[in-house]
């Protein structure tokens, strides 16, 4: 099983280096890193007393990694859920935040398992995801997978803005999708006719 590292090093690598994309809410971002994010932690990285893009600019991979680790997985408490989880969840919690759990609240509801859908990881919902693996140890991984990939083609109906991020151009995936499949089984992707199925109503 792949370390907490190397599964952070792989969410850097799919975030890309910089970038300042006014469609995308999160401003300057590196790395998967927000301006936002710096702000909110006070993570001024070249030491003038502002957090500014200039930082965002200069933030570097072991910094992004160590902020991942530290608030997008041990402090949300991915780290409490079963292992097999641990991927996924935390890849999505880097680029939607608490939805990522709501996403997994939502389908362990639909598993018939008791928890409340706020984002938040506590008791209740590690012992439903705990049950969830035990019921469906083959199945939960691409279950959350399905959940997601749904998850980003429903924000992208509800905001014209993002539906690049889930249709490219020449109308194949977008990397919203694209993302979501990687940790989905080959044999639940959607294929082409599929996806411009699911998109045709965006014109």
Known sequence: MKTIEQIADEIIAREGGYVNDPD??????????????????????????????????????????????EHYFTRPRIDELPPVLHATVFDMYVNAGANAVRVLQRLLGDMGLQVAVDGIIGPQTIEAATIAQSLAPHHLVDAYGIARRNYYYALADKRPASRKYARRRDGGKGGWIKRAEEFISERYHLTASEHAKRVAAWG
Do not use: W, Y
């Open 24 to 69: 995308d809410p999160g401003g300057a971002t590196k790395h998967g890193v927000t301006i936002a994010t710096l702000r909110r932690l006070g993570v001024d990285v070249d030491g003038d007393g502002q957090v500014t893009t200039r930082d965002v600019r200069q933030l570097s991979r072991k910094q992004a990694r160590d902020i991942f680790i």
